[in-house]
């Protein structure tokens, strides 16, 4: 069975352009979790979804970042307009209950 | 204060040592309690839960003290393939929310 998958696994772009990350849970899983990593901040969790629906959005830093989930197998993190402190790996997880499974990542460079 | 917090390290340790990690947590109301284990550029995963009674797996052995808020996480004969970073986690009440600790890392000798 293929775990979380994310899309791309890196990406680098310029300051001020939109970055779009894409995350297909395992199929199943109710729970929905992005997060982000960096060496200063560690883990954060950003935003998680349950059943298709935002639960709880309140370490989404700041209006520049979005989260949708407009099915039960798909879900995009959204940075617009990115800056060059969103430099990070996201991770996304999904959760049929207590474990989480993570994707292995997108890193991000923004310039 | 963090609301988990963890000893970041290194510790470096020879094979076959034995090594004990704390975290501590601040609220009080949290639920469920977690160690994951993070490769160098990997992503993390469960290396176990932590029950009350306290839990073991193989070399691996958990703990939680709720009156004092911290859980541990004990290693015996540790090997090569231990080293890693060590990651605790907290579940609180009402809600799936998970907060991380910053981890504590690990390096076995030979």
């Known amino acids: 069975d293929a775990g979380v998958i994310q899309s791309p696994r890196h990406e680098v772009t310029e300051m001020g352009q939109e970055v779009t990350l894409r995350c297909k849970p395992i199929?199943?899983?109710?729970?929905l979790f992005w997060y982000r990593q960096t060496m200063m901040r560690g883990l954060e969790l950003l935003i998680y979804?349950?059943?298709?629906?935002?639960?709880?959005d309140s370490g989404m830093p700041e209006d520049r970042f979005s989260a949708k989930m407009p099915n039960a197998s798909f879900s995009t993190l959204k940075i617009q307009p990115s800056e060059p402190r969103d430099s990070a790996v996201y991770f996304c997880?999904?959760?049929?209950?207590?474990?989480?499974?993570f994707g292995p990542g997108t890193r991000l460079t923004v310039l | 204060r963090k609301e988990v917090e963890q000893d970041p390290g290194p510790f470096n340790v020879p094979e076959g040592a034995t090594v004990a990690f704390n975290c501590t947590y601040s609220?009080?109301?949290?639920?469920?309690f977690f160690w994951y284990r993070q490769d160098c550029r990997k992503e993390p995963k469960l290396l176990m839960s932590?029950?009350?009674s306290g839990n073991e797996d193989g070399r691996f052995t958990a703990q939680l003290n709720r009156a004092s808020q911290y859980i541990s996480l004990l290693i015996r004969d540790s090997k090569l393939s231990d080293s890693a970073t060590y990651l605790c986690?907290?579940?609180?009440?009402?809600?799936?929310?998970?907060?991380f600790g910053a981890g504590t890392r690990l390096f076995v000798k030979a």
């Open positions: 609220n009080s109301a949290s639920q469920s």
């Open positions: 997880a999904s959760s049929p209950a207590q474990t989480q499974y």
């Open positions: 979804f349950n059943n298709n629906v935002p639960i709880d």
């Open positions: 199929s199943g899983h109710d729970y």
């Open positions: 986690v907290v579940k609180n009440t009402g809600g799936f929310k998970t907060i």
């Open positions: 932590v029950y009350s």
